[in-house]
């Protein structure tokens, strides 16, 4: 069976983080493995507490994965001080991992910083190069880039501009925009508009972490790139359209419909 890592924090709420990485993996039939970078006190209207690992504990988790069950693909989420960001970084080159999605969580939707402002530079310049693919919404890839994206050109433009500090593709997710759903990938100097009808659901907790995570799924059964982002956009849609409604504030995903 091919494993899929993640490495993020966990969401109390189980919209979001490691809870929403581990359903997607296994709605896609694939196993899961986790190593936790912090826990959060949090639910559908807020983030209410981090308390992260010690970059040792992180680093023996890591450990425990790499050199028992190796994974055919590597999710990375919320990571939010520079300490852990660089165990990650090491720990990717020392084990050789394949396949590397980052999905560089900064803020979530509710308002809360995920990622120490400090440790932005060490994200950039560590990690990020690492990846196959990073996945920033709109507000991280404007952070990315230094520039606001209003429109569609500014979306192409930020993608190139990004790509420059990447070595890998880049997708800026489009969840933010009003009028629509449509993701833009950028790969070896190709743009690709990825266009999807808005579904009207407000219960958008965790899309970005289950999108990455479903992409993690395809790169891990040997699909391509583009066919892995397509996939998992589909995969959103659906977890979107079966419409769950729990909580006070922007609920999960229903992860239980057929793929
Ligand atoms: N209302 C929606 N209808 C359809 N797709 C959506 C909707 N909201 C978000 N998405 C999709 O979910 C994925 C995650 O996007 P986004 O919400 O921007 O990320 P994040 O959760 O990191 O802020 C993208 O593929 C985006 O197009
Ligand atoms: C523990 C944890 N990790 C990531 C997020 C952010 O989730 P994401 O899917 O990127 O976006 P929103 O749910 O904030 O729209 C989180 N909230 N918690």
């Not at 899929?4 to 296994?26: C, E, H, P, R, Y």
């Not at 990020?128 to 230094?146: K, M, S």
């Not at 504030?249 to 992860?255: A, F, K, V």
Request: charged share 20%; with cysteine; proline share 3%.
């Amino acid at each position: 069976m091919k494993t899929v890592l993640t490495i993020a924090g966990s969401d109390s709420s189980g919209g979001a983080g490691i809870q929403a990485d581990i359903k997607t993996i296994t709605a896609h039939g694939l196993y899961a493995t986790s190593a936790i970078t912090a826990l959060t006190a949090q639910n559908t209207t807020g983030v209410y507490g981090i308390m992260e690992v010690t970059p040792e504990f992180l680093e023996n988790q890591l450990d425990c994965i790499f050199k028992d069950i190796y994974p055919d693909a590597v999710k990375i989420g919320m990571v939010s001080s520079a300490a852990l960001i660089e165990v990650i970084a090491d720990k990717l080159k020392v084990y050789k991992a394949r396949h590397i999605v980052v999905d560089p969580v900064m803020v979530s939707t509710s308002g809360s910083r995920l990622l120490a402002e400090d440790a932005s530079e060490t994200l950039i310049r560590n990690l990020i190069p690492l990846a196959q693919v990073i996945t920033p919404n709109i507000p991280e890839a404007e952070a990315l880039c230094g520039a606001d994206i209003k429109s569609v050109g500014d979306m192409e433009r930020a993608a190139v501009k990004i790509a420059g500090f990447t070595k890998g593709a880049v997708l800026i997710k489009g969840g933010h925009n009003l009028n629509d759903a449509n993701d833009l990938l950028y790969e070896a100097g190709t743009l690709e508009w990825l266009n999807g009808d808005r579904i009207d659901n407000p219960n958008t907790h965790g899309t970005g972490c289950t999108l990455s995570s479903a992409i993690a799924c395809g790169l891990a059964k040997g699909s391509t790139l583009p066919e892995s982002v397509k996939a998992a956009k589909s995969y959103i849609s659906g977890a979107l359209r079966a419409n769950l409604n729990l909580g006070h504030g922007s609920g999960p995903l229903n992860h239980m419909f057929d793929i």
